[in-house]
């Protein structure tokens, strides 16, 4: 079976590689990965993430993406991803294709498969985020997917209503749980200085993007830098943000905060390795990732997650939510450094999910009849 794999950015990446390697090894498939979005945007060091992996690019699809990240220029971008979908699938002829998540790279993509009428295998859908426009394109390639593998029961029962064969929805749970176990751990003197940052004291991880839907973008930015501002004696580990609009402001902000503030540091992308080791030695993780609530709880530290991006979810007990505002983050953070998160529980699989997945696909002799589905009513 030919499997082609889409990326579009390092969170989708890390996510997919547990995945990735065991088709890679299994000589039941033939494994081709196509990269897009983020990947090929000048100056992004997440292909180097790809090689340090272990893996070979087979096709890269451009979209242009620059610094301007408005509206339009998304959505010319979103152009050039569906054509270039289109002539990647033409060249390489796979017999599925994979990918995760919810970005709008990973959608271009996988509309160029429905009509290119090759089934689509889609990682992570059935969640549930009320602060962005994930939302919506998540349950989008729901509709044009023909399997599904959901890290949680509630994500399963979400995309049965959405019509869909519950034959065809397999609770895997989340192939993060599955990196976590098997990605080494940077001993801490080593990452700190691998990255930079001051040996002095703990230190703080912080993951933050535009929440799309939101009218406040940038008052909950200048809350977010306000309420760093009121820690001064903890470190930070400042990650980039994603494409979206306002990302690139988000990128200003922490590079400038990484300048005028000697324990700060600013990533655009860490890459797995160093950024599990960044959740391992950090007192807390902050912002509104998804890292925050798939990833975190496995390394029992607490999350400070901000604002309605991740509204929705399911959470550990180590997540604690506030509003976007400077008291609500500099409350939130507080109490968060005073909770015994050893015990915690991650509520989204126990690291078998990539085995569940390839043994899945392996079942399907013939992938032909997929993309013929039949709406599944829901009763209410």
Not at 123 to 142: E, K, Q, V
Not at 328 to 355: H, K, M, Q, W
Not at 372 to 378: C, E, S
Request: aromatic residues 6%; contains cysteine.
């Amino acid at each position: 079976m030919k499997i082609l794999a889409a990326t579009g950015t390092r969170a989708d990446w890390g996510l997919l590689v547990p995945v990735l390697k065991r088709l890679r090894d299994d000589s039941r498939f033939d494994l081709e990965i196509a990269v897009t979005g983020q990947h090929l945007k000048l100056g992004n060091s997440s292909l180097n993430a790809i090689a340090q992996d272990g893996f070979e690019i087979d096709h890269k699809i451009p979209m242009g993406l620059t610094n301007d990240d408005s509206e339009v220029a998304l959505t010319q971008a979103m152009g050039a991803c569906i054509a270039g979908s289109g002539a990647v699938l033409a060249q390489a002829k796979p017999d599925l294709c994979l990918v995760l998540g919810d970005r709008y790279e990973v959608l271009c993509f996988v509309s160029a498969a429905l009509i290119s009428q090759v089934p689509v295998a889609h990682l992570c859908g059935g969640d549930l985020t009320y602060g962005a426009f994930d939302d919506s394109i998540r349950h989008a390639i729901t509709k044009m997917s023909a399997l599904h593998f959901v890290t949680n029961a509630d994500a399963a029962r979400r995309i049965q209503q959405l019509g869909e064969d519950p034959s065809h929805v397999i609770i895997s749970g989340s192939p993060g749980i599955d990196r976590i176990l098997a990605q080494p751990i940077v001993a801490r003197d080593q990452f700190v200085a691998e990255v930079g940052l001051s040996e002095s004291g703990d230190f703080i991880l912080v993951s933050f993007h535009p929440e799309t839907l939101a009218t406040d973008k940038a008052a909950q930015l200048s809350a977010l830098m306000k309420a760093l501002a009121v820690f001064p004696e903890v470190g930070l580990v400042l990650t980039g943000s994603n494409a979206d609009p306002g990302g690139q402001a988000i990128d200003e902000a922490f590079s400038g905060l990484a300048e005028m503030r000697e324990n700060a540091v600013f990533h655009t992308s860490l890459g797995s390795r160093l950024y599990f080791s960044a959740m391992a030695h950090s007192s807390l993780m902050l912002g509104n990732s998804s890292s925050g609530l798939f990833e975190a709880p496995s390394f029992r530290i607490p999350t400070v997650n901000i604002g309605d991006r991740q509204a929705g979810r399911p959470r550990a007990r180590s997540v604690i939510d506030c509003a976007a505002t400077v008291d609500a983050i500099s409350e939130a953070i507080i109490y968060a450094r005073t909770l015994d998160c050893r015990n915690v529980e991650n509520p989204f699989g126990c690291g078998r999910a990539a085995e569940i997945i390839v043994e899945t696909l392996a079942e399907f002799d013939t992938l032909a009849e997929l993309n013929k589905k039949r709406f599944r009513d829901f009763r209410v």
